[in-house]
Every structure is written in structure tokens, then in C-alpha cells.
Nanobody, 125 residues
Framework: QEPLVESGGTSVLPGGSLRLTCTVS????????IGWFRQAPGKEREGLAS??????TYADFVKGRFTISQDSAKNTAYLQMNYLEPEDTAMYYC????????????????????WGQGTQVTVSS
């Protein structure tokens, strides 16, 4: 079983909302830093948000629109995305990293070692 599996991606109209889900298997989600990333065709991967118990971080360009959360009982992380724009079209990934503290749980992709396969989000009219 894959350690991280994303779901929830679909096509949505501009201005719409989506909630992506990252299901974690094999270890308690609360023991690692969980991050959300995306990559559009021809563009570099972008870090969006990260969460560690008691702490969240966001990339500036998603603040106020995206919210990361997790449910330890379900061992699942979420990314709520509101006011979606065509520029948000991308493959979205969740990943996890072993960190020593919440201070080192951020959106730098280099610290993440486990990645999901991604879920496609398309924002178009």
C-alpha cells in the first residue's frame, strides 16, 4: 500500500472550491510534517502549505484561499482550496517529511522524502 494517496482532484469552474485529501498509511500522520505541492505542465513544482501538529505554514500566493488541516483519527490531511483560478490548474501532491520540530516543517520540497502519485485539478470555464 502506498504511504500517501491523494484524491479529490477534478475539474471545477473559476471561483469554485475543492477539498483535496491525502490518506496516509503505515505511520501516524501526527508524527511527520505533511506538505501539499503542485506542478503545472512546463512549470516548476510549488510548495503550497505544510502542517505539523500545532503549526501550519502557507506560501504567500495561497494565503487566504487555501487551508491545510489534518484529522489524526483518520490519518488524513486535507487541502481546502477556495476561489480557484485557471492558474491553479496543476497536478497536486502531498508529501511527508521527518522533522525535529514544527519550525522545520515548511514548504521546501527538498526535505520531503515520501510523495504521493498526485491528483489533477483543472480550473476552467
Amino acid at each position: 500500500q502506498e504511504p500517501l494517496v491523494e484524491s479529490g482532484g477534478t475539474s471545477v469552474l473559476p471561483g469554485g472550491s475543492l477539498r483535496l485529501t491525502c490518506t496516509v498509511s503505515g505511520y501516524p500522520i501526527s508524527t511527520e510534517c505533511i506538505g501539499w505541492f503542485r506542478q503545472a505542465p512546463g512549470k516548476e513544482r510549488e510548495g503550497l502549505a505544510s502542517i505539523y501538529p500545532g503549526s501550519t505554514t502557507y506560501a504567500d500566493f495561497v494565503k487566504g484561499r487555501f487551508t491545510i488541516s489534518q484529522d489524526s483519527a483518520k490519518n488524513t490531511a486535507y487541502l481546502q482550496m477556495n476561489y480557484l483560478e485557471p492558474e491553479d490548474t496543476a497536478m497536486y501532491y502531498c508529501a511527508s517529511a521527518v522533522v525535529v520540530s514544527a519550525r522545520t516543517c515548511d514548504t521546501w520540497a527538498g526535505r520531503y522524502r515520501k510523495w504521493g502519485q498526485g491528483t489533477q485539478v483543472t480550473v476552467s470555464s
